[in-house]
């Protein structure tokens, strides 16, 4: 790729293609089917899911399972701009979900926002993909997601933080799918969503082959979290 | 003897079956070719008289009207947050799809489809207006601009048609000239100059919308299809909105409905909408 990255250092360090550490802890609240809690540096969430359930009135549908998707803000109630990403993360969710399995079911999927530092929309979905999983929901694939930030003189940035989002004349959430390590992800472009409007079509699309080497680091962290919690799952059920 | 069901029954048995067989041949169940618009009608001019800009667009069967009625407002009543942004601060955008124009919808909580719309609308205007533009007296008074927009019928492609209209109300807006009195604590109509429309970046760089309806035959084939009716909408597996202008430096794409995408279809796209954006941008300059 012959994007030529800024020399001059983030307010954290990183180049302007790194994102940003990820810690998560999977079955972080008791009650739920399936939870999870992830940082993606200060950006905190918890995700949760309750599925399949019993589906009812119009969430009742004959062919397929309802995704319902709900996030909660640090305070206050959702507002138009959280309703509208509400239907951004059910499109995600509806594609990758195996709705066909279960047909009049309802899975529904909260996401509270405890801190934001930036890419918000990237870190909800990657919650709410390991949530899914921490439940055993069955997936199409595993969805990924990653934030860019368009700067005037930068290019890009990946994995913005609040402030950088806040400079950056344009931001795009750009969501991909994986099937295993061979998969070819440019394939699979799950979710794309854009504020502001970016000045080049070369920057565009040199953006998304960026954003999607990020995604394939977010699917290992993935894999590797749930390779984990099933190992330490045998570990309990041995005598 | 053999019968065989009419196509209005297989729409409903089987409609994406249906159009498939239609668009493999090139063309639309109505007749249209993929890429072929329905008629598109701008009207504008004073609709409404309690506004001082206004306009009504129509692509096909959907309708669009909106109306901007300015205020003045003090200087301690505009925002000054760390960001200052243009909607907000100078302006305020309410789209409405209210029951009449559609069966599905209902009165009362604003549709997801009105706010997908009024969102696009926001991130237009911050586009292509300019915020010194509604300075009035530097520190005191400013305008501030009430864009409501109204869907009086709705057959597809809403945001297109809404943005033709707030273009429309946007050219036809004129201001009148203040100037403050004696003391300065108000403002007064000076009747002997013309009203002035509002100063706005040029029309060739502002942004168009053509959402691009994608039909996917098991990953094999696709086929891309423009001005989508609503019955389209919900055959189709996915919805591109390209955004572009006629210099193609303010490029936006996004993805709406459940389909997966590739970038090869994005790039594919992208040269598809080119000759449109440029059509409707000059018939905006010369209507």
Redesign the interface.
Same mark, same amino acid.
């Given at each position: 790729m012959s994007y030529e990255h800024s020399s001059s250092g983030r307010r954290d360090g990183r180049k302007s293609y790194e994102i940003r550490g990820f810690r998560c802890e999977l079955g972080y609240l008791e009650r739920a089917d399936g939870s999870c809690k992830l940082e993606q540096g200060k950006t905190q969430v918890v995700a949760a899911v309750y599925g399949h359930l019993e589906a009812r009135g119009r969430t009742e549908l004959p062919d397929r399972t309802f995704i319902e998707v709900s996030i909660r803000p640090c305070q206050g109630y959702t507002s138009?701009?959280l309703?509208?990403r509400e239907?951004e993360l059910e499109?995600v969710f509806?594609?990758t979900v195996a709705t066909e399995l279960q047909p009049r079911s309802c899975v529904a999927i909260i996401l509270q926002i405890v801190e934001n530092d930036g890419s918000l929309m990237s870190a909800m979905i990657n919650a709410g993909m390991l949530a899914l999983l921490s439940a055993g929901i069955p997936c199409h694939w595993i969805a990924t997601s990653c934030t860019v930030s368009y700067r005037r003189t930068e290019g890009f940035l990946l994995d913005p933080i609040l402030v950088e989002e806040?400079e950056g004349y344009?931001t795009a959430v750009t969501s991909y799918?994986f099937q295993g390590q061979e998969s070819d992800p &440019? !394939?699979?472009?799950?979710?794309?969503?854009?504020?502001?409007?970016?000045? &080049? !079509?070369d920057i565009?699309?040199q953006s998304?082959?960026y954003s999607?080497e990020a995604c394939k680091k977010v699917f290992e962290f993935i894999r590797l979290v749930v390779e984990k919690s099933q190992a330490l799952d045998c570990g309990y059920a041995e005598p | 003897m053999q019968h065989s069901l009419g196509w209005d029954i297989w729409n409903i048995l089987q409609p994406k079956e249906l159009y498939k067989g239609f668009l493999q041949r090139g063309i639309r169940p109505n007749g249209r070719k993929l890429s072929e618009y329905r008629k598109i009608h701008l009207r504008k001019g004073p609709l409404v008289t309690t506004v001082d800009g206004s306009a009504s667009a129509s692509i096909g069967q959907t309708v669009a009207l909106v109306g901007i009625q300015p205020k003045v407002v003090e200087w301690k009543e505009i925002n000054k947050g760390?960001?200052k942004s243009i909607v907000g601060n100078f302006c305020s955008v309410q789209v409405e799809f209210p029951a009449i124009c559609h069966r599905d919808m209902r009165s009362g909580r604003?549709s997801?489809e009105a706010?997908?719309v009024?969102?696009s609308l926001e991130?237009v205007l911050?586009?292509i207006l300019v915020g010194d533009a509604f300075c009035i007296v530097a520190d005191k008074f400013y305008w501030y601009l009430q864009i409501t927009a109204y869907c009086i019928s709705f057959d597809g492609n809403a945001m297109e048609t809404f943005l033709l209209a707030l273009y429309g109300a946007l050219l036809d807006l004129k201001l009148p000239v203040l100037h403050p009195n004696s003391s300065g604590d108000r403002l007064v109509i000076d009747q002997s100059q013309p009203k002035v429309a509002l100063l706005m970046k040029k029309v060739e760089d502002w942004?168009w919308v053509i959402p691009v309806g994608i039909f996917s035959d098991s990953g094999s084939e696709h086929y891309f299809v423009l001005d989508l009716s609503e019955e389209e909408e919900n055959n189709v597996s996915c919805i591109?909105c390209v955004?572009n202008n006629q210099a193609?430096?303010?490029?936006?794409?996004?993805?709406?409905?459940?389909?997966?995408?590739?970038?090869?279809i994005?790039?594919q796209v992208?040269p598809l909408v080119k000759a449109h954006t440029e059509e409707m941008i000059a018939r905006l300059q010369h209507d």
């Open positions: 138009d701009y309703r509208l239907r499109e509806i594609a806040a344009a799918s &440019s !394939q699979n472009l799950i979710g794309l969503s854009f504020r502001g409007f970016v000045c &080049s !079509q565009y699309f998304l082959a999607r | 760390p960001v604003t997801e706010l997908l009024k969102e991130n911050e586009e942004p591109v955004w193609g430096n303010k490029v936006a794409l996004s993805k709406l409905k459940f389909g997966s995408l590739s970038e090869r994005l790039q992208l």
